[in-house]
T-cell receptor, first 114, second 113 residues
Framework: AQKVTQAQTEISVVEKEDVTLDCVYETRDTTYYLFWYKQPPSGELVFLIRRNSFDEQNEISGRYSWNFQKSTSSFNFTITASQVVDSAVYFCALSDFTGNQFYFGTGTSLTVIP | SQTIHQWPATLVQPVGSPLSLECTVEGTSNPNLYWYRQAAGRGLQLLFYSVGIGQISSEVPQNLSASRPQDRQFILSSKKLLLSDSGFYLC????????????FGQGTRLTVV
C-alpha cells in the first residue's frame, strides 16, 4: 500500500528564515513518482515539482529546493528566505508505478510572519 | 495545459438529500480522473479514481459513488447525504498518468446541515 506522511502539521517562521517541510513515503513499488503541491487560502492546488524514483538528483528552483533520498524514503522541501506569500498548506504526494493511484499526505500548514 | 471545471463552488444541503457534483476537463483526452475530499481544511483523501469511461475505482467505502459517463466528465454522487459528508471536494485530472502532475479544479465546499 502507498502512504505519505507529513509529520509537521503546522509550522510558523519569521520572514526571511529558511524552513524545511518533511515528507516520508511508503511504497512497495520500485518505480514510483513523488510530487509537491501548494494550497494557498483560495483552496486550489498548485503543482510545484515532481520526481521519479530513479532520479535522486536534488533540485533547486529559485528559493525552493527539494532533497530526495531513497535510503530514508524522504522527499523534503526547503524554502529559503521565506516570504509572507509562502504562507499556505503544502502537500507531498505519491503515485504508484502504474500512475493510476495518486495519494497525498495530510499537509503542512506554513505561516510566514512578517 | 488542462483546465478543470467544477461546480458549484459552494453548496449547503440538508441531511438525507441527494448530491451531484460535476467535473469536466478541457485540454486533454483520456485522462485519469480523481475525486478527493479535504475535511477539516487539511488532508486530501482519495475517494475515487477513473482510468477510462465507465471505469471507477473506489478507495474508501462510504456513502458516495462516482461515475464517468464521458471521457472528460466525472460525477460524484450520493443518494442520501450524511453530516460527515461535509468537506471540500476536489476533482483532479492527470494526462498519461505515471510521472505527470495532476491538475485540480477550484473545488466545491459542501456543508451538510
Amino acid at each position: 500500500a502507498q502512504k505519505v506522511t507529513q509529520a509537521q502539521t503546522e509550522i510558523s517562521v519569521v520572514e526571511k528564515e529558511d524552513v524545511t517541510l518533511d515528507c516520508v513515503y511508503e511504497t512497495r513499488d520500485t518505480t514510483y513518482y513523488l510530487f509537491w503541491y501548494k494550497q494557498p487560502p483560495s483552496g486550489e492546488l498548485v503543482f510545484l515539482i515532481r520526481r521519479n524514483s530513479f532520479d535522486e538528483q536534488n533540485e533547486i528552483s529559485g528559493r525552493y529546493s527539494w532533497n530526495f533520498q531513497k535510503s530514508t524514503s524522504s522527499f523534503n522541501f526547503t524554502i529559503t528566505a521565506s516570504q509572507v506569500v509562502d504562507s499556505a498548506v503544502y502537500f507531498c504526494a505519491l503515485s504508484d508505478f502504474t500512475g493510476n493511484q495518486f495519494y497525498f499526505g495530510t499537509g503542512t500548514s506554513l505561516t510566514v510572519i512578517p | 495545459s488542462q483546465t478543470i471545471h467544477q461546480w458549484p463552488a459552494t453548496l449547503v444541503q440538508p441531511v438525507g438529500s441527494p448530491l451531484s457534483l460535476e467535473c469536466t476537463v478541457e485540454g486533454t483526452s483520456n485522462p485519469n480522473l480523481y475525486w478527493y475530499r479535504q475535511a477539516a481544511g487539511r488532508g486530501l483523501q482519495l475517494l475515487f479514481y477513473s482510468v477510462g469511461i465507465g471505469q471507477i475505482s473506489s478507495e474508501v467505502p462510504q456513502n458516495l459513488s462516482a461515475s464517468r459517463p464521458q471521457d472528460r466528465q466525472f460525477i460524484l454522487s450520493s443518494k442520501k447525504l450524511l453530516l460527515s459528508d461535509s468537506g471540500f471536494y476536489l476533482c483532479a485530472s492527470r494526462q498519461g498518468a505515471r510521472n505527470t502532475e495532476a491538475f485540480f479544479g477550484q473545488g466545491t465546499r459542501l456543508t451538510v446541515v
